[in-house]
C-alpha cells in the first residue's frame, strides 16, 4: 500500500533528531521534498531541502491541480506537497516521511486518512523546550522566544494526531518511534 508518515512537534522538541534516526534505521523511508516559493537560503539545494520554484510558477502549478496541498505559511511564502514528489516515492515502493508544521500535518493525514500514520513530538515541558533551544544554539533570543510562544499553540493540536511521543529521555523516544513505524510499515 502507498504510505506516509507525518511527524510534527514543536521547534525543539528533538523532531531532527528522532526523523533522521528513523530515516537511517528503516530504508523504505524517503524524506519527502516540498516545494517552496521563498528563495534558498545559506547552502539549501534545489531538490534537496525544497523544490524552489518562482512565484508564478508555483500559481501555476496550485491552478494546474498538481499540489496534493500548499499554504501561504508566510506572508508571501507559499509551500506545498507536490503529488509527483508522492508518486515518485511510491513508485520505488518507498513510504514518504514528511516533517511538517501542524496544519499541513493534519490537512495531509485529512486528505489520505489511513494510508498516513500521524506522529506528535511531544517535548515534555515547553521549559525543558526553551533549555533545549538555548543549548542547540542555533537561534537568537529573539527567535528562541517566538518559537516557544508558538509551542503552546501548536501543543494545543496534538490531540488530533494518531500518536503523541513525549521525547524525555532520548532512548525511549528513538524506541517508541521505532516500534510505531515499524507497526505502521508492516515490519514488527
Ligand atoms: P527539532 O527538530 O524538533 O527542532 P532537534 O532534533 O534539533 O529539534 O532537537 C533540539 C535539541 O535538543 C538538539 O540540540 C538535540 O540534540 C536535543 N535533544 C533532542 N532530544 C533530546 C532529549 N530527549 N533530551 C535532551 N536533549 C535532546
Ligand atoms: P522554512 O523555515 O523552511 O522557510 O519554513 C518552513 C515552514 O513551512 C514550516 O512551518 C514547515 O512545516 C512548513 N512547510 C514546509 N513544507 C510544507 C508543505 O509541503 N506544506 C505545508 N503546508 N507546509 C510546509
Known amino acids: 500500500m502507498k504510505k506516509v508518515l507525518i511527524f510534527s512537534a514543536p521547534s525543539g522538541a ?7 534516526h528513523l530515516l537511517g534505521l528503516f530504508p523504505q523511508l524517503e524524506f519527502s521534498v516540498s516545494a517552496t516559493s521563498r ?3 545559506g547552502d539549501e539545494q534545489d531538490g534537496r531541502e525544497y523544490y ?3 512565484a508564478e510558477e508555483f500559481a501555476r502549478r496550485v491552478d494546474a491541480g498538481d499540489f496534493l496541498e500548499w499554504e501561504e505559511v508566510y506572508k508571501g511564502s507559499r509551500y506545498g506537497t507536490l503529488r509527483s514528489e508522492l508518486d515518485r516515492i511510491w513508485s520505488k515502493g518507498n513510504v514518504a516521511t514528511f516533517d511538517i508544521d501542524v496544519k499541513g500535518g493534519l490537512n495531509i493525514k485529512r486528505l489520505l486518512g489511513d494510508k498516513a ?4 513530538i511531544m517535548p515534555p515541558s515547553v521549559e525543558e523546550l526553551r533549555r533545549r533551544l538555548e543549548k542547540r544554539g542555533t537561534d537568537t533570543g529573539e527567535a528562541i522566544d517566538k518559537r516557544v510562544a508558538k509551542a503552546e499553540s501548536e501543543i494545543s493540536f496534538a490531540q488530533y494526531y494518531d500518536k503523541v511521543i513525549v521525547n524525555d529521555s532520548l532512548d525511549k523516544a528513538l524506541a517508541e518511534a521505532e516500534e510505531a513505524v515499524g507497526t505502521f510499515i508492516g515490519i514488527s
Do not use: E, Y
Request: glycine share 6%.
Open 39 to 41: 528563495a534558498p537560503r
Open 14 to 20: 528533538g523532531k531532527s533528531t528522532i526523523v533522521n
Open 117 to 120: 500514520m500521524s506522529v506528535f
Open 52 to 54: 524552489f520554484l518562482s
